[in-house]
């Protein structure tokens, strides 16, 4: 028997990506099978592992500019 996980996707109650735990029922896909029955997400308890603000990347018109001396690499 071959259990069928989503390759994308999120979660119908919860919103958050669906992984291996992902559960289908009526045609709807849920983050677990806790969240599928209506209790407490599981994953609301973690926080995330990388900060949001780290996800975004920085225009380099943001950082300062460089000496010249700085462009060049130093000798190893």
Known sequence: MIDR????GSCVRC???????????EGKWYGSATCARGGECP?????????????????HRFFRRRAPKELKRSGS
């Open 43 to 59: 994953l609301d308890r973690h926080a995330p592992a990388v900060p949001e603000s780290a996800l975004y990347a920085r225009p």
């Open 5 to 8: 996980v989503p390759a994308s």
């Open 15 to 25: 919103w958050r990506s669906l992984g291996l735990a992902s559960v289908k029922v």
